[in-house]
């Protein structure tokens, strides 16, 4: 667990197409944070919005941004293309009859698996008869129209998912206060059909019935919680996990932030909560999965919304200390391999070695191409820590750049993209076939946040064939530049923020920026930045972000401030610096020397 972000009252949050997480609050704002060279940690923390009425809620669908505030629900468009829009004059509202009062006044958003957009309307009370849509939880379409009360008697819900499998909308709901330290407890609920009433405010949690209802009559039968929480311990977002990177028993679970309680002689909440169900989709018990934010009943933070990344990490916003935390399994503080652990140090015995990358636990991929030209002899070999090498996978064409997500290698293997599970598994993800013209030189690979797979086609010598490749998650392949966007052998990639590639251009020395549009087919932005970098071939950027470009042909290794900076030589004499990458503790430039079949450490910090 570490800080990913720091995001002052960080409340709801959603993943965009590109990995940017959009961050709403109880405030005017709301945030876009930015990890552009995937370190697991914020480049950016971008304001987007800041004249809003509790901009809470934040839903993305089909590219759009969908905002909650108090009072209304407001749609922008496209915002993984440019962060720098002026978003205030593109605000689409889509519905206006929220009710505006501020107790219970923030929104929750989430489309369902029906894309259909559900929004929480609390009750502006602590116990009280709702009127009109309050203590609801209405549902829509994504332009506003057919707007349905989905479900009733919901007293405070701001957390709502949809669980995987089954399509069923869970949500929690918040107990009345004022009754008691341990009455009424805190609720998940399943709603598998419209119409259902979950009690409010004639019962809270599963029996417990304020004084003044206990002798009215519910106006339906009222459907109760599949399970109940510590009373006033404020259960707010959650999410169903289905991610790949916890161990098995995790999927399908529920993770949920109980933001602590504030009417309770013992303070309770302040964690992280695991709901575990059974096979059949049914919760079967809950248990703490997080805790450590209240320590001898003073809390230092307060858990507030659950998010899944891309690789199956997890996060969590406070709104107290203003963070976003991020879980992981299986990645450690790692030192660099025995390889890399002293100044200038090398691998030898490589056979053309053209790029690498690390693992999180200080292993080293490399890409072997063997002999150039010859079919079969390529291979990925492993470095570990404590220098030894071992083939990992064999029966590659010419392998060259190689990246990692999820605990999958990806590797561009002359005309098609090959996925290479940790275990030696192979699977041809793009066939040449796949790709809008023939493939000729695949040469670099890229990831977003969300797993679209990025790949560099250098072509032939003078260029013929050379383009820049998507492949989404679903293995679609579509062509975002070719030859006549002006960079002549397309190299080194590395995402520059949503939807923003850097290029490093082999024919020419030069990088570039190519801006391009997730979900249209609409002819991406070239931008020269920078130029001088011979056979410019791998780009990385550290934490610090600072980046990195090398030079096959002259065998440098370049640093800039920022991609329009004037570069500072920080290494020469490599007979060909191929695809850069950095180390797991991010102290060594790891470089490939192809021609002299070696594995440079380069100490950076």
């Known amino acids: 667990m570490e800080i990913y972000a720091e995001v002052p009252g960080a409340r709801q949050m959603a993943l965009g197409t590109a990995g940017t997480v959009y961050v709403g609050t109880r405030g005017n704002k709301v945030y876009a944070v930015v990890d552009k060279n995937k370190d697991h940690k914020a480049d950016q923390v971008v304001t987007i919005l800041d004249d809003l009425n509790v901009g809470n809620g934040v839903a993305m669908f089909d590219g759009n941004l969908y905002v909650a505030e108090q009072n209304?629900?407001?749609?922008?468009?496209?915002?993984?293309?440019?962060?720098?829009?002026?978003?205030?004059?593109?605000?689409?509202?889509?519905?206006?009859?929220?009710?505006?009062?501020?107790?219970?006044?923030?929104?929750?958003?989430?489309?369902?698996?029906?894309?259909?957009?559900?929004?929480?309307?609390?009750?502006?009370?602590?116990?009280?008869?709702?009127q009109g849509v309050e203590?609801?939880?209405?549902?829509?379409?994504?332009?506003?129209?057919?707007?349905?009360?989905?479900?009733?008697?919901?007293?405070?819900?701001?957390?709502?998912?949809?669980?995987?499998g089954t399509g069923v909308l869970h949500f929690t709901d918040n107990g009345m206060d004022m009754m008691g330290d341990d009455i009424p407890h805190d609720e998940l609920n399943a709603a598998p059909k419209a119409g259902q009433h979950f009690g409010?405010?004639?019962?809270?949690?599963?029996?417990?019935s304020p004084k003044e209802y206990q002798n009215k009559k519910p106006p339906q039968a009222l459907t109760p919680p599949v399970v109940e929480f510590q009373a006033h311990s404020a259960n707010l977002g959650f999410k169903f996990y289905t991610g790949k990177q916890f161990p098995s028993q995790y999927q399908g679970n529920a993770f949920v932030a109980q933001h602590g309680s504030w009417n309770r002689s013992q303070p309770v909440g302040y964690q992280l909560m695991r709901v575990v169900f059974d096979q059949?989709?049914?919760?079967?018990?809950?248990?703490?999965?997080?805790?450590?934010?209240?320590?001898?009943?003073?809390?230092?933070?307060?858990?507030?919304?659950?998010?899944?990344?891309?690789?199956?990490?997890?996060?969590?916003?406070?709104?107290?200390?203003?963070?976003?935390?991020?879980?992981?399994?299986?990645?450690?503080?790692?030192?660099?391999?025995?390889?890399?652990?002293?100044?200038g140090s090398k691998l030898s015995g490589l056979k053309m070695p053209e790029s690498a990358i690390a693992h999180p636990d200080g292993r080293v991929f490399v890409t072997e191409i063997g002999e150039f030209g010859k079919a079969g002899d390529g291979k990925v070999t492993v470095v570990n820590r404590d220098g030894s090498t071992s083939t990992l996978v064999d029966g590659l064409n010419d392998p060259k750049g190689i990246d990692l997500y999820n605990n999958q290698l990806y590797i561009a293997d002359v005309d098609q993209v090959v996925r290479v599970g940790?275990?030696?598994?192979?699977?041809?993800?793009?066939?040449?076939?796949?790709?809008?013209?023939?493939?000729?030189?695949?040469?670099?690979?890229?990831?977003?946040?969300?797993?679209?797979?990025?790949?560099?086609?250098?072509?032939?010598d003078n260029g013929k064939h050379a383009a820049i490749y998507q492949i989404s998650p679903k293995g679609k392949v579509r062509?975002?530049?070719?030859?006549?966007?002006?960079?002549?052998?397309?190299?080194?990639?590395?995402?520059?923020?949503?939807?923003?590639?850097?290029?490093?251009?082999?024919?020419?020395?030069?990088?570039?920026q190519v801006t391009f549009n997730a979900n249209a087919n609409s002819k991406a932005g070239v931008t020269l930045l920078n130029s001088g970098f011979g056979g410019a071939d791998g780009l990385v950027r550290d934490s610090d972000g600072l980046l990195y470009v090398s030079d096959w042909a002259n065998g440098k290794v370049w640093q800039l401030t920022e991609p329009r900076a004037t570069p500072q030589l920080i290494s020469e004499g490599q007979q060909s610096s191929a695809d850069i990458a950095l180390s797991a503790d991010g102290k060594f430039l790891l470089v490939p020397d192809m021609k002299a079949g070696e594995l440079l450490s380069l100490p950076i910090r």
């Open 72 to 130: 209304r629900i407001a749609r922008y468009a496209a915002p993984d293309f440019d962060l720098n829009l002026p978003f205030k004059d593109m605000r689409e509202v889509i519905y206006d009859k929220l009710p505006n009062k501020a107790h219970h006044g923030w929104r929750y958003i989430s489309f369902g698996p029906d894309k259909k957009l559900y929004v929480t309307v609390g009750a502006p009370c602590n116990i009280c008869d709702p």
């Open 200 to 208: 409010f405010p004639y019962v809270g949690g599963k029996d417990a």
């Open 280 to 343: 059949q989709g049914k919760p079967k018990s809950t248990e703490v999965f997080i805790d450590g934010w209240l320590n001898d009943g003073e809390a230092w933070g307060r858990p507030t919304d659950v998010l899944q990344l891309g690789d199956g990490s997890l996060l969590v916003s406070d709104d107290y200390s203003g963070v976003i935390y991020r879980i992981s399994y299986g990645e450690k503080s790692a030192s660099a391999p025995a390889a890399a652990s002293t100044a």
């Open 422 to 460: 940790l275990d030696g598994s192979k699977t041809v993800i793009a066939q040449p076939g796949d790709f809008q013209q023939k493939p000729i030189f695949l040469n670099d690979i890229e990831i977003d946040g969300v797993g679209n797979v990025y790949v560099s086609d250098s072509g032939d």
């Open 135 to 164: 203590a609801s939880i209405l549902r829509m379409n994504p332009d506003g129209s057919n707007v349905e009360t989905f479900a009733k008697g919901v007293r405070n819900s701001v957390g709502l998912d949809f669980q995987p």
């Open 479 to 512: 062509q975002i530049i070719n030859a006549s966007a002006g960079i002549k052998r397309p190299n080194g990639l590395l995402m520059d923020g949503p939807n923003k590639l850097l290029v490093a251009d082999f024919g020419t020395g030069k990088l570039f």
